[in-house]
């Protein structure tokens, strides 16, 4: 008897509570909140392709830019031709989301592999400073990487860049860089 009236109690609850939340929609799912960082990551995913760079120290660069991991990641392979008897200095640059924040990492041929984080966005996320955050293969922050990356967005087939070097408690250099997209 103690079991019947306890299956019944389940039914009747159950259908209460059912009956209660039918007239409610089911709320809609989350999505990822608007802000300048979001603005920006989506710029990085809209660079997709080959891209070529002139620097302002006279070399040449060619870049691609994949969306990867479930567009959880832009990844940026770059080879630097620096004279026509070197061969090309290969690095990458992956892009992300990392909650609110904007986040790269440069995968340097330094060796090392700074991580900086987005800390000035433009309101529309045409434009990005990042600065250091972090790095592997560094032993400390005076060895010699990259420090910054300010990234400007002109125009749907034309970025510019500028790398920071740092070593010895001091930025050493800046490196400007326009890139135009190849074919369309």
Known sequence: MLMRVTSITIVVVTLMLFLLGADKKADPPATQPASAAFAAYEKFKSLEGTWEGKSSKGWKERVAYAVIAGGSCVMETSEML??????????????H?????????????????????????S???GEVLFTFLDGTNLPSRD??????AHIKFVDADTIHAKWTWYADGKEQWMEEIEYKRVGK
């Open 97 to 121: 989301m990392d909650g609110p924040n904007l986040m790269l990492t440069h995968y340097c041929a330094a060796k090392n592999q700074p991580r900086m984080r987005g800390t000035e966005i």
């Open 143 to 148: 060895k010699g990487h990259m420090d910054k």
């Open 82 to 95: 620096h004279g026509k008897d070197e061969e090309p200095m290969k690095m990458a640059t992956a892009y």
């Open 123 to 125: 309101a529309d996320g």
